[in-house]
């Protein structure tokens, strides 16, 4: 169990549709990250969200947005989906701004677009 | 930008050989360094991570890591890999303030019985 949830497992989408991801962090922790990890590759740092904003962005487009609730949970967008948007997409929650402690992933959803 | 290269991308071993994967990144400044596994239908998995002090960090499993700054390496070495080593494994980087990790991209630990 790795103490991070993420909704749903897999995920099937049409070119041009909008998808929402899901993800409910570790018990304690407070910080949200997002990252793709596209086939054969590693895992890319999209957005880290902390009190509700994001604070941390990497190079992605606009098409991808987040959310974070009052409860830590959060969720990431994506708008006007295209093939290449298709891959493994992975939450990890720690605890605070600034620290490692306890970075933890979840299994991930699979995304494809077809 | 800061990058990580995994210079293996399959490595194909026998039960009891020894392991060693490359590493290096690009960063100029203070950097922490981590080895992450991810099993066969499981999520990313800590081995090990360096943040100062000595260079040789000891993780799970009997991996265990070497930083060299000089370098900029952190290659994970296990003297006698096992059948249950087979996975992929990921070295990272991240800056000094945590907020995100840079990921090689990975290599597949294929051992054999």
């Known amino acids: 169990d790795a103490g991070v949830t993420q909704s749903p497992t897999h995920l099937i989408k049409t070119r041009g549709q909008q998808v929402t991801l899901r993800c409910s962090p570790k018990?304690?922790?407070?910080?949200v990250s997002w990252y793709q990890q596209a086939l054969g590759q590693g895992p890319q740092f999209i957005f880290q969200?902390?009190?509700?904003?994001?604070?941390q962005r990497g190079n992605f487009p606009d098409r991808f947005s987040g959310h974070q609730f009052p409860n830590y949970s959060s969720e990431l967008n994506v708008n006007a989906l295209l093939l290449g948007d298709s891959a493994l997409y992975l939450c990890?929650?720690?605890?605070?701004?600034?620290?490692?402690?306890?970075?933890?992933f979840g299994s991930g959803t699979r995304l494809t677009v077809v | 930008a800061q990058s990580v290269s995994q210079h293996n991308h399959h490595v194909i071993l026998s039960e009891a050989a020894s392991l060693e994967l490359g590493c290096n990144y690009s960063?100029?400044?203070?950097?922490?360094l981590f080895w992450y596994v991810q099993y066969p239908g499981q999520h990313l998995q800590l081995l090990l991570k360096?943040?100062?002090?000595?260079?040789l960090v000891k993780g799970i499993k009997g991996f265990e890591a070497e930083f060299i700054k000089s370098k900029f390496s952190f290659n994970l070495r296990k003297p006698s890999v096992q059948w249950s080593d087979t996975a992929e494994y990921f070295c990272?980087?991240?800056?000094?303030?945590?907020?995100?990790?840079?990921f090689g991209s990975g290599t597949k630990l294929n051992v054999k019985p």
């Open positions: 360096y943040f100062s002090g000595d260079p």
């Open positions: 990272a980087v991240s800056t000094y303030n945590f907020n995100k990790f840079y």
């Open positions: 960063y100029g400044g203070t950097v922490n």
């Open positions: 969200y902390y009190e509700e904003e994001e604070r």
């Open positions: 018990s304690g922790h407070d910080t």
């Open positions: 990890a929650s720690s605890k605070g701004l600034g620290n490692n402690y306890g970075y933890t």
